[in-house]
Every structure is written in structure tokens, then in C-alpha cells.
């Protein structure tokens, strides 16, 4: 995950771009991130547990919550990162997608053969689809500092 | 920060509302949070590296940089959690406020002793402030579950 260093001592920061398959790499080792939304005219971002399936992330919410009213047919994002605060290295995702939710019941029986379950109290009977239609990453790595 | 339990066993999952101070206390206690805001009219976000001043957050950026055209004069959020996937619980936190760059030379005295920099690679000459105008946040927790 993390660029290797020779050094022990933090070298030159530096970010490095990720490709869509590294982002898709970093979503997939992860099980919560940020679904980032206006929620009445303000920027939102709450974390949900979720799985990636292909290019899509999907997640279960409660159909009565303020998430599926404000995700469902809006362009939201959705953030992962993990970052080290001891060694200041990390990354960061961000896909956006237009989100909808999944109705279709062949759809709902893959997203449930998938493992998606909710860790929140409410009837998580809203599964939400964003399709990471622009997916876009960085690293933060620290390079060797030149000799002196 | 987490609700006790008496049982190893994931209980009943519930959602517990923080109070301001709790809020702060959380943000205190971490040094990365995500800048929430609108990217050229799409939904956006991004860790930084962040110093809590009483009811405000600081980071610094590079002035040239997309967060700093984005977040200045803007209302944006800030969102910070801890979430734990094998017991599933934690915690979110997120701020909103009109963001601004910190100009005065006091104020920037102030902050640098606050030991705030900057873990980029660019030059992060623009202190930015997001007062927490609104502070919300809630805590997952598991509940024992009831004896049957």
C-alpha cells in the first residue's frame, strides 16, 4: 500500500497518482467509507459499511433515513482513505456516480449473496447504488532525502 | 469512546446522538479529517491533516491548489470518524461553517504554534479555517443483547 523507503526518517513528500484499477484495488480492501451529499443545501458526508461489486458501490441504508433521500438520483461521492498519521504516508479515493437504488430482485438477491448487511439499528431496507462513473486516487509517499 | 458492554456477543446496534462538546472532544482527539466540499458543481472530498482551535478547524493547503479555490468563502464540512469493522461501532463527526483563509499576521503566529503543517508536497502557504458553525455527530454502539 505504502511506497517502500530506505530511510527511517520521513524523507520529501510526494503525491502519486492512481490509476482506476489501483483505486478499485484500495475500495476493495476497505469495508467503510464516505457517501458525500448536500443535504438541505449543505455539504454532508456520512460513513456507511459497504461492498464493491465491478465498478459499483453498494450500500444499505434506511428507506425513511435523510441518506436515501438525499442520494437517490443525485451525483454523490463516495470517499475511502487510510492514512498514517505516524509516518504521514496514506491514500485517498474518490469516486462520483449518479447513485439510484436497486429495486430490480435479481440485483437485490446478488448485492445479499455479496454479504451486504447494515451495521445501523434502523430497517436497512434501502440498497443504494453508486456507480463510479469518475474514480480518481492519490497516494501521499515519502521519497529518501537526497544525501547531503 | 466506545459504549461498554457486558457481552462479547454483538448485541442490539443503536445510534446515540454526541453533543457539541462531545463532538469537539472527538475532533481533538485526531489529527485527520475530510474537507467536504463542491468541485466544479460535483460533491467532493478530501483528508487533511487539521489542528483544533477551540470552536474552529485549521489546515494549511497551497494557495494554487482546488481545495483552497474551492473551500475559501465557501461553506463547506468537515468529517471526522473512527469506525472499528470487526465490533462495528464508532464514531462520525461532521462540522459545516464558511470556510476562510487566515491572513492576520496574530492569528498566523497563533496557528504555527498551534504546531500545524503540513504533510503535502506542495507549498502550503494558505491556513484555512472552517468555524464550526454546526457540529454534529453520533456514536454506533451495541447494546447487550436481551436474555432470552
Redesign the interface.
Known sequence: MYHDTSSDEPG????RSLDRLACLRMLHGR??G?V???DRA??????V?YVLDGDEVLFRTASTGKIAAATCGA???F?V?D?D?VT?T?W?V?G?GEAYEVVDPRRLAEVAALGLDS???LAADHVVCIPLQ?LTGRE?VRTPAASV
Open positions: 520529501t513528500p510526494g503525491f469495508v467503510v464516505r458525500v451529499y448536500t449543505l455539504p454532508s458526508a456520512q460513513p459499511n451525483v454523490v461521492a470517499q482513505d492514512i498519521p504521514r496514506g485517498s474518490l462520483v451495521w445501523a439499528p469518475v501521499l
